[in-house]
């Protein structure tokens, strides 16, 4: 069949790799693509958020699925979009409806749902501009540090983890009243904080059954040590050392169980991903209990590159299950191996930074993967930067320590101008795995 990726980045083009790899796709288009993604099948000029121009190319190439990479299309409807189409209503669409998009559209919304649900989460509250002075009040009652989250989606930057209270109070007027992050912060959550390690699990669902994805843990800060400003993620690891059998139950029954069973029991069309963003919090008995800090409605980025490499499946064969709802009965193998990815970022990133410097070093690569994220090719042929996030580098190996090696000496032996990385990437997890 003829297969549509929407999407741009270094998520998309470990989707992408994976589906190209199976006998069941006959084109494989990626609308808009990067340069890595060119190798896999054709680069399409069409915004991710431009439906009638996605619905018109569908309909003339011949497409019958189409995955969803990245969540602003989700949120903003597009399977809604081809739901209410008759051309359209047959093509697999892989992503959820606008209303299960909400789960990662509205922090709100995502909240509510735990607790209709029972699903373990941090207690929290929610303010708009008009409570303002009682969300002022509630954070005085609260120990640091003060969690602020927008409602909304906001490219990744609108969660604020803040150690003093004046500092929260400023932030809190400064997302509702200074629309600090637009509409996105027209309301704001202010959550707990919980105390523990952060790690991601993916969930593939066709509303009623599931297949749970390999663990990983990104990182987010751009300095070494967990330090400097929050990015996209500058490198993951799968699986996560301490997410053995008896936690993983733990995630299964008391949040991935509730979750699905929840959505189904309330109507609401889901077929694609959820991401599980969870905090491992020791309990009373010593061992970790799994609480959810957020949902989101895809894979993330970049663990969907330490992910999807170790999945032996036919991806093409799970989504045709998740579409047609017989995701139950496709069995769903995984490498043992374990997966570690480093992303290579232009100079300033996660602020102001350079596009178009020429990369070299890409030919010298024999042991790892490089996922392109923000790249393209000039008219020269060269390929140069063209975002923040330029590379990922993922090595699969039998353990961690090999693979972060390998990966680090492939990032090292990749040049442009101003080049950055992080070498200290799944470094806690190794001394987590010694100590056990």
């Not at 297969?3 to 470990?14: C, P, Q, T, V």
């Not at 009682?134 to 930057?157: I, R």
């Not at 064969?317 to 047609?324: A, E, G, M, R």
């Not at 590379?391 to 961690?400: A, G, H, I, Q, R």
Request: charged share 25%; proline share 4%; net charge negative.
């Amino acid at each position: 069949m003829n297969i549509l990726l929407l999407g741009s980045g270094g998520r998309e083009h470990a989707i992408a790799a994976s589906i190209a790899k199976s006998a069941k796709c006959s084109k494989l288009f990626i609308a808009p693509g990067n340069a890595g993604t060119s190798a896999c099948g054709t680069n399409v000029d069409l915004k991710v958020d431009d439906f009638e121009g996605i619905g018109k190319f569908v309909l003339e190439h011949d497409v019958k699925m189409v995955v969803v990479g990245p969540e602003a299309p989700l949120v903003a409807g597009i399977a809604d979009y081809f739901a209410n189409d008759d051309r359209l209503q047959n093509i697999a669409m892989i992503g959820p409806s606008a209303q299960g998009a909400q789960l990662e559209g509205s922090k709100d919304f995502a909240k509510m749902f735990m607790q209709r649900m029972g699903i373990p989460t941090a207690e929290y509250k929610t303010f708009t501009k008009e409570t303002l002075k009682d969300g002022l009040k509630f954070l005085s009652t609260l120990q640091p540090p003060y969690v602020l989250k927008a409602d909304g989606l906001a490219a990744g930057k609108g969660v604020l983890i803040l150690d003093k209270l004046k500092d929260a109070k400023d932030s809190l007027k400064e997302m509702l009243e200074g629309a600090k992050f637009g509409d996105a912060s027209s309301r704001v959550v202010i959550e707990q904080y919980l105390s523990g390690v952060e790690l991601s699990v993916f969930v593939l669902t066709d509303g009623k059954h599931y297949k749970i994805l390999p663990s990983a843990k990104d990182y987010k800060r751009i300095g070494e040590g967990d330090t400097g400003l929050n990015t996209g993620g500058m490198g993951s690891v799968s699986p996560v050392v301490f997410a053995d059998k008896a936690f993983m139950h733990k995630v299964e029954h008391r949040i991935v169980q509730p979750t699905v069973r929840g959505l189904h029991k309330e109507g609401i069309d889901y077929k694609g991903f959820i991401f599980l963003g969870l905090m491992a919090v020791r309990g009373e008995d010593g061992t970790l209990d799994p609480y959810v800090i957020e949902y989101n409605v895809r894979m993330g980025d970049p663990e969907t590159e330490s992910v999807f490499p170790r999945i032996k499946s036919d991806v093409v064969d799970l989504f045709v299950s998740t579409w047609n709802g017989t995701l139950n009965n496709v069995q769903l193998d995984i490498d043992e191996r374990s997966a570690a990815c480093v992303m290579l970022t232009a100079e300033g990133y996660p602020e102001s930074y350079r596009k178009g410097d020429t990369i070299s070093g890409l030919d010298d690569i024999s042991k790892s993967i490089v996922f392109h994220a923000g790249t393209k090719l000039s008219p020269s042929g060269n390929i140069v930067t063209n975002g923040g996030r330029v590379l990922c580098v993922t090595t699969l190996s039998d353990n961690l320590p090999s693979a972060l090696l390998h990966s680090l000496q492939a990032a090292e032996s990749i040049k442009w101008k101003g080049r950055y990385y992080r070498h200290d990437i799944g470094q806690d997890l190794l001394k987590m795995s010694i100590e056990r």
